[in-house]
């Protein structure tokens, strides 16, 4: 079974800091999807970036990158130039294969709350 | 943009009641799931639907029901609601058939508590 372990359940950084959030991960399979999720406070969960094992270069969206380690079974997030609203709940979740299959499910770690001060 | 939306942000109930959450998503997502959310626990999947009326259990289904009588839309029941169902409710969705690369779509959550 897939296992997603979030090591650090809270951590503060100051406005404009990078910050890198870890998470590490358990499975068998050679190929699956990797995600981080953000859920600000008292709002709706989207999604930041996600990362396709079979695919070496590490995904990149604008401030939010991953360091993907795919040996190590590591997936960790930084986030670079942190503002206000970076403040929220990260989580990471892992899937095991392209989304095809009726009772395919996504695995979640069990999140960091982070706090970006002024 | 796809929406999904729960018709209660806030709820507070008795416990024995019972407590209908409701989710409904705009986009014609075949797939839709209810997680629960606690702190130091993160998400749980309670129940998912793949299609109307067809339901499966997630990994803590017990004390929960669902009912999908409509594409759009996915209840989640509490028969009879304890205080160890204080939580936060979060409904989602997917496509299967275009979101190969798994983008789950949220609701804002509901928050329920039983007193």
């Known amino acids: 079974a897939q296992t997603v372990t979030q090591s650090q359940p809270e951590m503060s950084v100051q406005e404009a800091e990078t910050v890198t959030l870890s998470c590490t991960y358990d499975?068998?399979?050679?190929?699956?999807?990797l995600f981080w999720y953000k859920q600000p406070p008292s709002r709706q969960m989207i999604l930041v970036i996600r990362?396709?094992?079979?695919?070496?270069q590490n995904a990149t969206e604008n401030r939010f990158s991953v360091n993907f380690q795919k040996a190590a079974k590591s997936f960790s997030l930084k986030i670079s130039d942190s503002q206000l609203g970076d403040t929220a709940m990260y989580f990471c979740?892992?899937?095991?294969?392209?989304?095809?299959?009726?009772?395919?499910?996504?695995?979640f770690g069990k999140g960091t709350r982070l706090h970006i001060l002024p | 943009d796809v929406k999904v939306t729960q018709s209660s942000r806030y709820l507070v109930k008795r416990t024995g009641e019972k407590v209908f959450l409701e989710c409904v998503q705009d986009?014609?997502?075949?797939?839709m799931f209810w997680y629960r959310q606690d702190p130091g626990l993160g998400l749980r999947l309670i129940y998912f639907?793949?299609?109307?009326?067809?339901?499966e259990k997630g990994d803590i289904p017990e004390g929960y029901s669902v009912s999908r009588e409509k594409k759009e839309r996915f209840s989640l029941i509490l028969e009879s609601a304890s205080t160890n169902q204080t939580s936060m409710y979060l409904c989602?969705?997917?496509?299967?058939?275009?979101?190969?690369?798994?983008?789950?779509?949220f609701g804002e959550g509901s928050r329920l508590t039983v007193l």
């Open positions: 989602a969705s997917i496509d299967p058939g275009t979101s190969v690369d798994g983008e789950l779509f």
């Open positions: 979740a892992f899937m095991k294969h392209a989304y095809r299959n009726r009772d395919d499910k996504i695995i």
């Open positions: 990362q396709e094992a079979y695919k070496q």
């Open positions: 639907s793949y299609d109307v009326k067809m339901k």
């Open positions: 499975t068998s399979e050679s190929n699956y999807y």
């Open positions: 986009m014609d997502h075949e797939n």
